[in-house]
């Protein structure tokens, strides 16, 4: 009974990373430019990509490929595996589509601390002394023992 159970979540992640690794594999074959035998026509048909990358790749045309994408943990691809092979083969994603408002807020607070980072950099450093004045209190007072 509990060994049905074990059997098949098993079976059932099993067959969610075998499918995984044919989508990322076909990733390679669909994105690439190469028309030259009926092998390779054959693999970027359009029938022969499994649902699931169809939909990945409808989805990366107007968003990247996002880490909250994927539907678990252990997903054997990370998302920037995705980004190194689409973006390295020439894939496109829409401009102007790439964000959402959450990352736009995200990106508005980031710039923010930057600055606010910045402007506090600066107020300790004119607070520091200037390199000829230091060396003039090095020469003249030494360091201080620890």
């Known amino acids: 009974e509990v060994m049905d159970v074990v059997a098949r979540r098993y079976n059932q992640k099993f067959l969610r990373h075998w499918n995984k690794i044919v989508e990322f594999l076909k990733l390679h074959y669909v994105l690439s430019d190469r028309n030259d035998s009926p092998y390779w026509r054959d693999n970027r048909a359009a029938k022969s990509i499994p649902e699931e990358l169809s939909e990945q790749l409808l989805l990366w045309?107007?968003?990247?490929?996002?880490?909250?994408?994927?539907?678990?943990?252990?997903?054997?691809?990370?998302?920037?595996?995705?980004?190194?092979?689409?973006?390295?083969?020439?894939f496109r994603t829409a401009p102007g589509h790439t964000s959402s408002r959450r990352q736009d807020r995200s990106q508005r607070q980031a710039a923010e601390l930057f600055r606010n980072n910045a402007a506090r950099a600066s107020q300790l450093q004119q607070a520091l002394p200037g390199n000829r004045e230091l060396l003039k209190k090095v020469s003249e007072?030494?360091?201080?023992?620890?």
């Open 61 to 90: 045309r107007y968003r990247s490929p996002w880490h909250q994408d994927a539907e678990a943990v252990d997903d054997l691809f990370p998302t920037a595996s995705y980004q190194y092979i689409l973006y390295g083969m020439g």
């Open 141 to 146: 007072f030494g360091f201080q023992k620890l």
